[in-house]
């Protein structure tokens, strides 16, 4: 799928992979317009194509007394306030067929958790939006299973979707990316690897989920090295009280640095 289909994004003539970015969950207007901010003015210097993500609700909890949104409407108007604003696309997460429909009136991009990317009727709802769809691969899920994911998504009518690699469970407590996957799924779409819930750690014993956010660098440096098409992370300018998944967010005042790291490396695979 050509980046072109997606509108407002920003196109460059370096190659470059492209971004997708913005905290885990909206919280209100100002956190998210302040972070959009700052994202774009960084991807605008780097020459990176972003959407900019966040979700409108949060439907896979770990606990009940778990934050879930702000409403969802509240949450989708603060979204197109950022698309407006900044002039950049949107994506967020859905979890039921009826916010396929809702969703694609505010935003540009429909994802599918990875818990929900085997349901047949959700991934037919988002497609026959007309939107792009990204699936998150199922951390229970082969590489070469995605196909299976996709190609729903086209026998629906729509040709416009991406796969995106979230990591395989390790074990009960850990996630791990196996790298062999990346080429494999590009085989079926264009392909991104989410970095920060590539790192999480779920099922503590809390019942809030964990994460490794030191190792960030490592594995965004290792996406861009195997060749993906995008990055996906999550990212807070206060990680620590951040209202969802701030365990393994990326604290904003260290993306820039990253993603100068990661333009040099894809520049510098693209002379090979």
């Known amino acids: 799928m050509k980046l072109e289909l997606i509108p407002k994004i920003k196109h460059t003539r370096s190659n470059n992979f492209f971004l997708l970015a913005g905290p885990c969950a909206i919280e209100g207007e100002d956190m998210a317009l302040r972070i959009a901010e700052k994202i774009v003015a960084i991807t605008n210097e780097l020459e990176i ?6 979700s409108f609700k949060k439907a896979n909890r770990s606990r009940i007394d778990s934050f879930t949104g702000i409403g969802d409407e509240k949450a989708l108007n603060i979204l197109k306030k950022v698309s407006d604003t900044f002039d950049v696309p949107t994506v967020t997460d859905i979890h039921e ?6 969703a694609a009136n505010y935003v540009d991009v429909l994802q599918i958790p990875a818990f929900l990317v085997r349901q047949t009727d959700l991934i037919v709802a988002a497609a026959k939006t007309g939107k792009v769809v990204n699936l998150k691969k199922g951390q229970f899920m082969s590489p070469e299973s995605m196909q299976h994911a996709v190609k729903k998504v086209r026998d629906s009518g ?3 979707v991406f796969i995106t690699d979230r990591g395989t469970m390790f074990g009960y407590q850990d996630m791990v990316v196996d790298f062999r996957g990346i080429p494999t799924m590009q085989g079926f779409a264009p392909t991104i690897l989410d970095i920060t819930h590539s790192l999480q750690q779920p099922n503590q014993s809390s019942g809030v989920t964990g994460g490794r956010p030191d190792m960030i660098n490592t594995l965004a440096r290792a996406g861009i090295a195997a060749g993906v098409d995008g990055i996906f992370l999550e990212t807070h300018f206060d990680p620590a009280n951040a209202k969802s998944d701030g365990a393994n967010m990326l604290d904003l005042q260290y993306l820039k640095k990253l993603l100068s790291d990661l333009v040099v490396i894809r520049k510098a695979i693209n002379q090979l």
């Open 49 to 54: 194509p972003f959407i900019f993500k966040g």
């Open 97 to 102: 067929i009826t916010d396929a429909e809702l």
């Open 158 to 160: 729509n040709d416009q």
